[in-house]
């Protein structure tokens, strides 16, 4: 059972502002990071954002994260049809002493 | 190229044992914390164990733990998971992954194709 709670689907029209978000508690969030993953069918995730709002390079600036208490939150704008995957949220959990994933969240293109 | 290569899935019984093996290569392996993920079929990812650079250091899932053990080889630049008492449960594709080099983040910025484990009798 995940620690960090996310809604289970989003969904948006091409050009929309999607967002996701990421409860979790002071544990996780908020006293570490946050990273998110996508995860595009039937394919290994792949790092979106680290360190709450840091983007790898080769990620689009369409993607972007942030976080406030225990809470994180995942933005896409200008929604491409391509953006239609899973999305994790995770950060490291100071009382479990281990790295704690989100329950994910499918996003649709309409 | 950053590459990671897991073997060692197959079919086993409840309450047997398995080794899975990922071979790292494209970057200084032991500069690099190594992570285990699993994610069972339809489901979401579970993080599984983490191992230090060094090897000095593990951490591991609740649901895994005394069951499993993380370790590595730095001069074979190869990660293990040992498996042992499996359980239904740990049916799931298994991932070799490599910590980001901003570190102390949990944060995993390469992973393997996964190899799959399934427990059954």
């Known amino acids: 059972q995940s620690v960090l709670t996310q809604p289970p689907s989003a969904s948006g029209t091409p050009g929309q502002r999607v967002t996701i978000s990421c409860s979790g508690s002071s544990s996780n969030i908020g006293s570490n990071t946050v990273n998110w993953y996508q995860q595009l069918p039937g394919t290994a995730p792949k790092l979106l954002i680290y360190?709450?709002?840091q983007r790898p390079s080769g990620v689009p600036d369409r993607f972007s994260g942030s976080k406030s208490g225990t809470s994180a939150s995942l933005a896409i704008s200008g929604l491409q049809s391509e953006d239609e995957a899973d999305y994790y949220c995770a950060a490291w959990d100071d009382s479990l002493n281990g790295n704690v994933f989100g329950t994910g969240t499918k996003v649709t293109v309409l | 190229e950053v590459q990671l290569v897991e073997s060692g899935g197959g079919v086993v019984q409840p309450g047997g044992s398995l080794r899975l093996s990922c071979a790292a290569s494209g970057f200084t392996f032991d500069d690099y914390a190594m992570h285990w993920v699993r994610q069972a079929p339809g489901k979401g990812l579970e993080w599984v164990s983490l191992i230090s650079g060094d090897g000095g250091s593990t951490y591991y899932a609740d649901s895994v733990k005394g069951r499993f053990t993380i370790s590595r080889d730095n001069s074979k630049n190869s990660l293990y998971l040992q498996m042992n008492s499996l359980r239904t449960e740990d049916t799931a594709l298994y991932y070799c992954a490599k910590d980001h080099p901003v570190g102390a983040t949990g944060a995993i910025d390469y992973w393997g194709q996964g190899t799959l484990v399934t427990v059954s009798s």
């Open positions: 360190s709450n709002n």
